[in-house]
């Protein structure tokens, strides 16, 4: 089993980073699920000392994760909260950061109650404003913090020319690709330094992991990395990083299939009568598709739609029977939520008005069902609207 150095995106998915067992020739990486490693002699040691600095089925999907999204070197973490956290960790005291300004509330929680404590400062922009964020830089600007398509809003950022302002500006460019799964597009590709994932999403993609990873090219950030996830020791446990990896052996069939969903669901509520607006960059009429035909492979299985009051969207939402009402998204079934409540209540009301989450705005996670069972399913939940 050797990869090829010219391997495709597919072959590098099943095969990267990993080799059959060396003591027993299992095909797929064992769970190794110990604290601690027996040395051969005081100072001589097969690599691996300490389950928090080294892990075999920790290092095997670091290097699948980093060979897939084009990187030098990735760092899995507990959570994909910790793997933003060690990316901040980049930065010092007086430092200021410039960032979408419709990141994932949790996020924006984490850099305005947290962060924030510590003399950090925060720029929340509309990135897919070049102008806005050439205006947001300042001197003590060290990162640009990039999430494309937005949660809940699909609002792209063009990734090549963001890179170039970060370059000009002597900045990073970290990207949280989470919402379209490497598969989709590849941030490093178009000239970030960093990419992060909650690989509780698309990676893993069976809704049975958290988890988070860092990707990076720079061999100073790669250093950086490896010491704070050692030294703050938020790690992915060993069973989770056996979960991802097998995740990602699926990672290009099943985005194949959730792009060809939210495709479908897309247009499907696109042409419904109740549904005032959606959100979908592979729609003709979304602002930036042609943006998204250069960016993207496909446009991702995230879907918004519009329906006009709280009440309307409470009725859809309850209304699905097949579609499972939960946070979170990225999975193989469809899930359906309500971002104003639910994955972005942490958002303070005003702010939510003034990125278009509504009370009326529903998000479907399009998963890898039959699109006429997924259809039949919208259509009997919006009769009740
Ligand atoms: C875009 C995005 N980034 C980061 C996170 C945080 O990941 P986790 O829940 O694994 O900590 C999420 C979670 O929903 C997310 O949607």
């Known amino acids: ?50 389950g928090r600095t080294q892990n075999p089925t920790r290092l095997a999907v670091e290097n699948n994760l980093a060979a897939i999204e084009g990187g030098k070197a990735a760092f899995a973490f507990a959570s994909g909260m910790a793997a933003i956290a060690a990316i901040a960790s980049m930065l010092q005291s007086g430092d200021h950061m410039v960032v979408s300004d419709n990141v994932y509330g949790g996020t924006f929680r984490f850099f305005e109650q947290v962060l924030s404590r510590y003399q950090l400062t925060f720029s929340y922009v509309d990135t897919s404003n070049l102008d806005a964020v050439e205006r947001a830089v300042t001197p003590r600007t060290r990162m640009i913090f990039v999430e494309t398509p937005t949660n809940p809003i699909l609002t792209l ?39 992060t994932h909650s690989t509780t999403k698309y990676l893993n993609g069976h809704s049975d992991s958290v988890g988070g990873v860092v990707i990076a090219v720079r061999d100073e950030d790669i250093e950086w990395l490896r010491f704070v996830q050692n030294s703050a020791g938020a790690i992915l446990g060993p069973f989770d990083a056996w979960l991802v990896l097998r995740g990602t052996k699926t990672l290009a069939l099943r985005m194949r299939q959730h792009n060809l969903n939210g495709l479908a669901l897309a247009g499907f509520l696109d042409a419904h009568p109740k549904v005032r607006h959606v959100y979908y960059p592979g729609l003709p009429g979304h602002p930036q598709h042609q943006l998204a035909r250069r960016q993207m492979r496909g446009f991702g299985g995230m879907v918004s739609c519009e329906l006009g009051s709280l009440e309307a969207a409470r009725r859809l939402l309850n209304g699905v029977r097949l579609m499972a009402l939960a946070e979170s998204l990225g999975g193989v079934e469809t899930l359906i939520s309500h971002p104003a409540t639910m994955t972005h209540a942490s958002v303070p009301a005003s702010r939510r008005a003034a990125l278009g989450i509504s009370d009326g705005l529903v998000r479907i996670s399009a998963g890898v069902e039959d699109i006429e069972d997924l259809q039949a399913d919208l259509e009997q939940a919006l009769d009740r609207v």
């Not at 150095?5 to 059959?20: D, K, M, V, W, Y």
């Not at 170039?164 to 000239?191: C, E, K, M």
């Open 157 to 195: 950022t063009d990734l090549a020319a963001m890179a170039d302002v970060a370059r000009r500006h002597g900045v990073r460019l970290a990207v949280d690709n989470t919402f379209a799964s490497p598969y989709v597009q590849q941030p490093i590709a178009f000239g970030a330094d960093l990419v």
């Open 1 to 50: 089993m050797k990869l090829p150095p010219n391997a495709r995106f597919s072959t590098i998915c099943l095969h990267a980073g990993q080799e059959p067992d060396p003591s027993t020739g299992a095909i797929v990486t064992p769970i190794y699920q110990t604290s601690t490693y027996v040395q051969d002699e005081l100072g001589r040691h097969k690599g691996f000392e300490y």
